[in-house]
């Protein structure tokens, strides 16, 4: 792939992370020798580092091979997850075997990709990487595709053995793996789904608030309302019972400042890791959006020196400034979501009494392989321009229905309705051609009936369908369920 496609990629992600970037070839990593810490018993019993600081090991610290030898007297902790038993009445999940060969290269030429990192890391403590997003991009397509992967998928980590993902990170860091945590989490991806990492970024609790209040906040179309247990003031002492109280969010379009928006991506109280990836997504399709319509691009130069600085990435400002215009013709109908949910893992419970997801990995890889490559459909859909109007008594559900047809690949733009009254959500039909298959398409991921459908034909508009938002419509919807 040429230099320049390489750094139009970046163009894209500096918008997603607030980063910046020039790119190089990325060589082909190395595997260290593997030494399984091990149990007894038939598979590994979990267990984790020591609380050590990440950074505390010097040009001295041993390899890592030879450090973890060393570790097999560490005790597994206690589960952290809810521990589900097989049924008595099902038959038992056979025992996850390390995996001794790596899996295959996707092959994704024209696809440049990108690991985007959450942490927990404080100085001095033990920290996971609790948000694995990976955004696959392809430059010459102008598509891009997010890929949440769950932090209790149980992989095998090289040099290692059978652990979570979400500890890949800090043992590199910890034992001093080549690339460090940034190297070891990579290579846990390519041997076990063939999935070869370029570059990756990585940003804690403290800087995701910066980088949002930095951006003066974030609208986010939440679609879905959520309720989950919040700090009343993040002042408060989080150990102290009395200083929480559940908080709603949703539906509508809410703007949230750092505390919020981390809070909104981060909190699984009441729900799940899966739910959480979703939100996760939410908040990077949103802070993608603020930063076009802020006219970021202008202020790309002090952004980068206010925020490089809680951001930990392999990449630069470089020629950053010079490419960021491409990033002006993407939108949120160019972006594609997945997830690693549903039938490509398997809940398991481990020896030790934790609860893991079992990866079906050839699931994963033909999942993967799609969301690297170029969608027909998507392109098809983007070529269909629809307006959105709110004609209903609800602020903002003119973004949940657009966001909702972004999410399917569709292209949107928006224009006042009428009147704020309408009972009745509907979609007009303005083509010439009326399509009945491609307007039941639009219906379905409406979730709207045939009724809603009203036949104006019309060849003189640049606008194909027009959707009218009344009282009646249901923002919710599942975004796993819209990927074109």
Not at 432 to 446: G, I, N, T
Not at 465 to 482: H, R, T
């Amino acid at each position: 792939m040429n230099k320049l496609l390489r750094n139009s990629a970046l163009g894209l992600l500096a918008f997603l992370l607030a980063a910046c970037s020039a790119l190089e070839a990325t060589p082909e990593p190395t595997y260290l020798p593997y030494v399984f810490v091990t149990a007894a018993g038939p598979s590994p019993t979990p267990f984790q580092p020591g609380e050590l600081s990440p950074f505390a090991a010097s040009q001295s610290t041993p390899q890592a091979a030879t450090v973890l030898q060393a570790t097999a007297t560490i005790p597994p902790p206690q589960p952290t997850a809810t521990a589900f038993p097989t049924p008595t009445n099902q038959p038992a999940q056979p025992t996850p075997a390390v995996m001794e060969v790596p899996q295959p290269l996707i092959d994704a030429p024209e696809t440049i990709t990108f690991l985007l990192l959450g942490s927990d890391l404080r100085p001095g403590s033990s920290y996971r990487t609790d948000t694995i997003v990976i955004a696959a991009v392809r430059p010459r397509d102008g598509q891009v595709s997010l890929i949440s992967v769950p932090r209790d998928l149980w992989v095998t980590i090289p040099s290692v053995g059978l652990q979570r993902i979400n500890t890949a990170y800090q043992y590199g860091e910890i034992y001093g793996y080549a690339g460090g945590g940034p190297g070891l989490l990579k290579d846990t991806l390519q041997f076990n789904f063939g999935l070869q990492i370029d570059h990756t970024a990585m940003v804690d609790f403290d800087g995701f608030r910066r980088i949002v209040d930095t951006l003066g906040g974030v609208q986010v179309p939440v679609y879905c309302p959520y309720t989950d247990w919040r700090l009343i003031s993040p002042n408060l002492d989080p150990e102290n019972e009395n200083n929480w109280a559940l908080y709603t969010a949703g539906p509508g379009l809410i703007h949230m400042d750092g505390d919020l928006a981390l809070w909104y991506a981060r909190s699984r109280q009441k729900s799940n890791d899966f739910d959480r990836g979703r939100r996760q997504q939410e908040v990077l399709r949103a802070l993608y959006g603020q930063m076009l319509t802020t006219n970021a691009i202008a202020n790309i130069p002090q952004l980068y020196t206010d925020l490089s600085g809680s951001i930990r990435t392999d990449l630069g400002l470089g020629d950053i400034l010079q490419l960021s215009p491409m990033a002006l013709n993407l939108t949120n109908a160019d972006i594609r979501s997945y997830y690693i949910a549903g039938n490509l893992i398997t809940p398991w419970t481990t020896p030790g009494g934790a609860y893991v997801l079992l990866p079906n990995t050839e699931a994963i890889q033909a999942m993967l392989a799609q969301a690297l490559s170029k969608s027909p459909r998507q392109e098809e859909r983007q070529a269909i321009r629809i307006e959105v109007q709110n004609g209903s008594a609800y602020d903002g559900w003119d973004k949940l229905a657009a966001e909702r047809l972004n999410y399917a690949g569709y292209a949107t733009s928006f224009n006042v309705a009428d009147h704020r009254q309408h009972t009745t959500t509907l979609l007009y039909d303005l083509t010439a051609l009326q399509d009945r298959q491609a307007s039941a398409s639009l219906l379905a991921v409406l979730g709207l009936p045939p009724s809603a459908l009203v036949s104006v034909p019309n060849g003189s508009t640049e606008i194909q369908y027009a959707l009218i938002v009344g009282n009646d419509y249901q923002p919710c919807f599942k975004p796993a369920e819209m990927t074109p």
